[in-house]
């Protein structure tokens, strides 16, 4: 009874962290099966746990291993429609598992049967090694050589220019061009338009404008009203891919020149951020952020409680699910001149 009242106490602590894990990483649709899932697990392993201070890694162990099973459920079941609304409405695992169920289609039998085994279903490298009669070094070769293959067919499938203008960038080279925009914003009219609202794809990062994708880069600034002088100005730019409790998207570099110091961050004519972000096929968010405040790297992740920094600074939308990225008329605002 007092293992039980004792893993009911940290389960409740702890269970906000778990559905953010499980949601970010296969979806809402199967999100409260696996939460419960997990939770039967951890309960009867309970009295294994040697350390109660590691109960949150121990509980997102156990989530892990039964997201891995319910991608790979919907990976083998899934179908996908073929209708035009088919990009929005998919969920995200749904979309990923046909994505590389067809990449692996069109790969050469040799490399989609490894990679099939590795990582479809987790085979050991060993027992892929005795099931194809070679030794293990040249699994792991084989696999590294695979990898590479896949990641470029896919890129090239679903990316195809996308990151072509930072191919020969390298991470020392970053940051280093100066803004292009002027002190005082030019002269601007804003007329009214009787044109019908449209939909349209929008996959900037909220507030900070920049879509959180491989090769992206971008500069903007903030003007005074009615002054119009430009009171500060920012540098943003994709560094390179980065996961974040399991949960795969890219790390942004931001830096804010001529800020107000609001935000403790050191000085006020230059100031670092870093965030780690996702696009998926229908939302944008924020994975992570950090910044130097007094002297000390402060990080926040989505895994952080309700009432957490990150949940009012960067959680956005139901469940910290982020923006939608396709926008069209949903008759909830109503124009009047």
Same mark, same amino acid.
């Given at each position: 009874?007092?293992?039980?009242?004792?893993?009911?106490?940290?389960?409740?602590?702890?269970?906000?962290?778990?559905?953010?894990?499980?949601?970010?990483?296969?979806?809402?649709?199967?999100?409260?099966?696996?939460?419960?899932?997990?939770?039967? @697990?951890?309960?009867?392993?309970?009295?294994?746990?040697?350390?109660?201070?590691?109960?949150?890694?121990?509980?997102?162990?156990?989530?892990?291993?039964?997201?891995?099973?319910?991608?790979?459920?919907?990976?083998?079941?899934?179908?996908?429609?073929?209708?035009?609304? @088919? @990009?929005?409405?998919?969920?995200?695992?749904?979309?990923?598992?046909?994505?590389?169920?067809?990449?692996?289609?069109?790969?050469?039998?040799?490399?989609?049967?490894?990679?099939?085994?590795?990582?479809?279903?987790?085979?050991?490298?060993?027992?892929?090694?005795?099931?194809?009669?070679?030794?293990?070094?040249?699994?792991?070769?084989?696999?590294?050589?695979?990898?590479?293959?896949?990641?470029?067919?896919?890129?090239?499938?679903?990316?195809?220019?996308?990151?072509?203008?930072?191919?020969?960038?390298?991470?020392?080279?970053?940051?280093?061009?100066?803004?292009?925009?002027?002190?005082?914003?030019?002269?601007?009219?804003?007329?009214?338009?009787?044109?019908?609202?449209?939909?349209?794809?929008?996959?900037?990062?909220?507030?900070?404008?920049?879509?959180?994708?491989?090769?992206?880069?971008?500069?903007?600034?903030?003007?005074?009203?009615?002054?119009?002088?430009?009171?500060?100005?920012?540098?943003?730019?994709?560094?390179?891919?980065?996961?974040?409790?399991?949960?795969?998207?890219?790390?942004?570099?931001?830096?804010?020149?001529?800020?107000?110091?609001?935000?403790?961050?050191?000085?006020?004519?230059?100031?670092?951020?870093?965030?780690?972000?996702?696009?998926?096929?229908?939302?944008?968010?924020?994975?992570?952020?950090?910044?130097?405040?007094?002297?000390?790297?402060?990080?926040?992740?989505?895994?952080?409680?309700?009432?957490?920094?990150?949940?009012?600074?960067?959680?956005?939308?139901?469940?910290?699910?982020?923006?939608?990225?396709?926008?069209?008329?949903?008759?909830?605002?109503?124009?009047?001149?």
């Amino acid at each position: 009874m007092a293992n039980a009242d004792e893993f009911e106490s940290l389960y409740k602590k702890h269970k906000g962290a778990l559905e953010r894990f499980v949601r970010f990483r296969i979806g809402a649709r199967d999100a409260d099966d696996v939460v419960q899932e997990t939770a039967a @697990a951890a309960f009867l392993k309970f009295a294994e746990l040697r350390s109660k201070d590691a109960f949150l890694p121990w509980l997102l162990s156990i989530a892990r291993n039964k997201c891995r099973d319910a991608y790979r459920s919907s990976a083998r079941s899934q179908t996908v429609a073929l209708d035009e609304d @088919a @990009a929005y409405t998919m969920p995200e695992a749904a979309s990923a598992a046909a994505a590389v169920r067809e990449i692996l289609a069109e790969m050469s039998d040799a490399d989609s049967k490894l990679l099939t085994m590795a990582y479809l279903e987790d085979a050991p490298l060993a027992a892929i090694a005795g099931s194809l009669g070679i030794p293990l070094g040249t699994v792991k070769s084989r696999l590294h050589s695979a990898r590479k293959r896949f990641r470029r067919a896919y890129e090239k499938k679903y990316y195809a220019g996308r990151a072509d203008d930072a191919q020969n960038d390298t991470e020392g080279s970053n940051m280093k061009r100066s803004a292009i925009l002027p002190d005082i914003i030019p002269a601007y009219k804003i007329t009214k338009s009787d044109a019908e609202p449209f939909s349209v794809v929008c996959e900037e990062l909220m507030g900070w404008m920049i879509v959180p994708r491989e090769g992206e880069r971008l500069t903007w600034g903030l003007y005074d009203s009615p002054s119009g002088r430009r009171t500060e100005w920012t540098e943003l730019e994709v560094v390179g891919r980065a996961s974040i409790h399991g949960v795969d998207g890219v790390e942004i570099r931001a830096v804010q020149h001529d800020a107000e110091n609001y935000y403790r961050t050191g000085s006020i004519d230059e100031c670092e951020r870093r965030f780690i972000a996702q696009a998926t096929d229908t939302h944008c968010r924020f994975l992570a952020e950090s910044h130097i405040e007094d002297g000390v790297r402060r990080c926040y992740t989505f895994l952080d409680g309700d009432d957490s920094e990150f949940i009012q600074n960067w959680g956005f939308g139901p469940d910290n699910r982020g923006f939608e990225t396709h926008l069209s008329k949903k008759g909830i605002v109503t124009r009047d001149g």
